[in-house]
């Protein structure tokens, strides 16, 4: 293979493929019903707003 077929290649139908799967992440971002789930990975980082994660240990920095 040379470079102008790999150049025309890539122009045409790796350029169309790359815009298919940009529209499928798109449609996966903005799905109906994924609403829920934004919002739960949204609020991540404020779960365990009173204490921390694992409140088992006594210590209070975590150290056994």
Known sequence: MNYHILREIADSWVLLALFVFFLG???????????????DAANVPFR???????????????QS
């Open 48 to 62: 365990h707003e009173d204490g921390p994660a694992d409140s088992t240990s006594s210590d209070p920095e975590g």
């Open 25 to 39: 992440v798109i449609f996966f971002a903005f799905r109906p019903g994924s609403r829920k789930l934004h919002k």
